[in-house]
Every structure is written in structure tokens, then in C-alpha cells.
């Protein structure tokens, strides 16, 4: 079922702006989100939700005109934390022990060691590595949004600082990295919707070692 769900997708050129994803499978899309793989579980980034016209007009604007930016009824933005810090790291572990009851010797000692690998490097190597956690999440989320039945598209094609001023995302140390336009196709309207999914030969992209 799942792989039949990945064959139905695309990346939705043409969404019809009158028809609005409801609140549950938005959640449910979030909520996978939320539940993806990260590296030591930190979770570098946030999601932003959008749904407001007058934001996702000034969106447009500065994602050089794409019509899903308007038309999708969900904009979900991937924004990663600009560096790692020792409070950013602290709160995940501090999270741990609340959730868990405790957090052992071994955990703490573990992510000490986190701490002494990841804050003595550049500001922007650690935001590219947790840009890179961002993408797997966005990946969870065309994945589930395929699930649900909801035409999703990915995007990177705007201008990240003009992104990060419209949504206030320098005060909140984070950095916007990609995209997903939540909504359901135009079919009649969507060059793409009906050009059968190409994708290379499984033989071209794996090797197998036995």
C-alpha cells in the first residue's frame, strides 16, 4: 500500500486553492513529522505553519512566484536552528529525563560528549548539519502527506533571508531550509499530473554487496 501511495504522488505544480486540507490529516502530517529520525535525537529545527493569505502572498513574492505558495491551503516551512549551544542540547536531555523519569550516567556522559564535538565547530557547519535533519523530517512529511491522500510539494526555491523576515525567524535563532506546499492537485490544470513517474533503473542506483 505504502509504495502504491509513492507511486500516486508528485511534486504538485497546480493546487486547487478552493480545497482545504482538514485539521486532522494536517496533524496527523505533523505529527510524522515530528516523529522523524534525528541525529541524537536533537531535533535541530522547527516547523512553521502557515495558512494566513496575506503571509503566504508575501511568501510568493520572495519564492519567485510559485502558485503553490498561495494555492496550497498548508505552507509548511523547515526552519533549522542557526548553531548548536549548550542549551539547545541541555533542553533535549533535560527533556529525556522527563519523559523517561531519568536520565543515566551513560546518556549524560553521551551527550557531553555531543556538546564537546559539536560547539567548537563553525556556526554554519552546525547549521548545515541541522539543515540536513531537516530534510529527513521534510521527507516523513511527503511521505505521510501521501498517506493521507494530500498533494504535497517540496520547495527550495525562494530567498532564505527574505523567508527568515517575513516569519521573524532571525530573533528566534533559526534559518528557514525548505518547504512543503500541503493541498490538492488541479489535475485539469496541471501539466504534470497526468505524465507517467519517472524514476532510474533500481539495477542503476543500488549495489548490492553480499
Not at 25 to 34: G, M, P, S, V
Not at 166 to 184: A, D, F, H, M, Q
Request: hydrophobic content about 40%.
Amino acid at each position: 500500500m505504502l509504495l502504491e501511495k509513492l507511486k500516486w504522488r508528485y511534486a504538485t505544480k497546480q493546487m486547487d486553492a478552493s480545497k482545504t486540507v482538514s485539521n486532522e490529516k494536517i496533524d496527523n502530517i505533523l505529527e510524522a513529522i515530528n516523529l522523524a529520525p534525528t541525529s541524537s535525537g536533537l531535533q535541530p529545527f522547527e516547523i512553521i505553519v502557515v495558512t494566513d493569505a496575506k503571509t503566504k502572498e508575501k511568501l510568493k513574492e520572495v519564492g519567485f512566484g510559485q502558485t503553490q505558495f498561495v494555492d496550497g491551503s498548508h505552507i509548511i516551512i523547515f526552519a533549522a536552528w542557526d548553531n548548536y549551544t549548550e542549551t539547545r542540547i541541555d533542553s533535549v536531555v533535560e527533556l529525556l529525563g522527563k519523559e523517561r523519569g531519568e536520565v543515566s550516567e551513560g546518556l549524560l556522559a553521551y551527550y557531553e560528549n555531543i556538546k564537546n564535538m559539536y560547539l567548537p565547530r563553525s556556526e554554519q557547519e552546525n547549521f548545515e548539519h541541522a539543515a540536513r535533519q531537516a530534510y529527513i523530517a521534510l521527507g516523513f512529511g511527503l511521505i505521510a502527506a501521501a498517506f493521507e491522500d494530500v498533494d504535497a510539494t517540496p520547495m527550495e526555491g525562494f530567498i532564505p533571508s527574505k523567508v527568515d523576515k517575513i516569519l521573524g525567524l532571525k530573533e528566534r535563532g533559526l534559518k528557514s531550509t525548505s518547504v512543503i506546499s500541503l493541498g490538492y492537485r488541479d489535475a485539469e490544470n496541471d501539466w504534470l499530473a497526468h505524465l507517467k513517474k519517472v524514476r532510474r533503473p533500481l539495477e542503476d542506483i543500488v549495489t548490492r554487496i553480499d
